[in-house]
């Protein structure tokens, strides 16, 4: 079993779409983030959700959207895609950041924006 | 959160012991010292933490120096499969939010 699985694992769409990414994990944990890895390799979190609640919003443009039906799952939107939103996305989990940063990642999503 | 330095590459024997070196001179008491690794088209991995007191685990050993300015992660028998870009992590927002750096690239070589 996949601990943090994300789908879909390639994604190429054109500018101007909207997409979205799924994320779902087995662990039981309670929080859940999205980082984005840049061409230049370089990982960032974008977003922290604890228990289905907004934790970290690093500045992101409000054209990505996170979801969190459930605190097993975390999806993002993008909306309006640009050129510059070409990169590998990843889904992690952690049981509780409060007691260490043991993060759990997913595969990644890499998304292509023509 | 305090800054790291490593050695961009480092090459390593299969069967040899793999020894990562990284420097974070600006440590606060508080920080811990994450070690996670990123095999080509995959997820990173968390691989050992540690605060000041050396730490193994399955995956490999860590070991702080006493002033806690710099740390070497050691994977004891490296196989191939351990090629991967090693990123030494300071942190201690207990948030998740973790500050990745370029990292080391190590290429284990038969």
């Known amino acids: 079993d996949t601990a943090v699985s994300q789908t879909p694992k390639y994604l190429v769409t054109q500018m101007g779409n909207d997409k979205s990414i799924k994320c779902e994990q087995n662990?039981?944990?309670?929080?859940m983030y999205w980082y984005k890895q840049d061409s230049k390799k370089f990982l960032k979190i974008m977003f922290s959700?604890?228990?289905?609640?907004?934790?970290i919003n690093e500045t992101v443009p409000n054209r990505f959207s996170p979801k969190s039906p459930d605190k097993a799952h975390l999806n993002l939107h993008i909306n309006s895609l640009e050129l510059g939103d070409s990169a590998v996305y990843f889904c992690?989990?952690?049981?509780?950041?409060?007691?260490?940063?043991?993060?759990?990642f997913g595969s990644g999503t890499q998304l292509s924006v023509l | 959160d305090a800054k790291t330095t490593q050695p961009t590459s480092m090459d390593c024997a299969e069967g040899r012991a793999a020894n990562l070196p990284c420097n974070h001179s600006?440590?606060?008491?508080?920080?811990?010292v994450y070690w996670y690794r990123q095999i080509h088209s995959q997820g990173p991995q968390y691989i050992i933490h540690?605060?000041?007191n050396n730490e193994t685990n399955e995956m490999a050993s860590l070991i702080i120096t006493e002033d806690r300015k710099s740390s070497t992660l050691i994977l004891p028998h490296a196989t191939l499969r351990d090629t991967a870009v090693y990123y030494c992590?300071?942190?201690?927002?207990?948030?998740?939010?973790?500050?990745f750096g370029q990292g080391t690239t190590l290429q284990v070589k038969p």
């Open positions: 992590i300071v942190s201690s927002g207990n948030t998740g939010k973790l500050i």
């Open positions: 992690a989990s952690s049981q509780d950041p409060g007691v260490n940063e043991k993060l759990f």
């Open positions: 662990l039981g944990h309670d929080t």
């Open positions: 600006t440590i606060s008491g508080n920080e811990y």
């Open positions: 540690g605060l000041k």
């Open positions: 959700y604890n228990n289905k609640e907004l934790i």
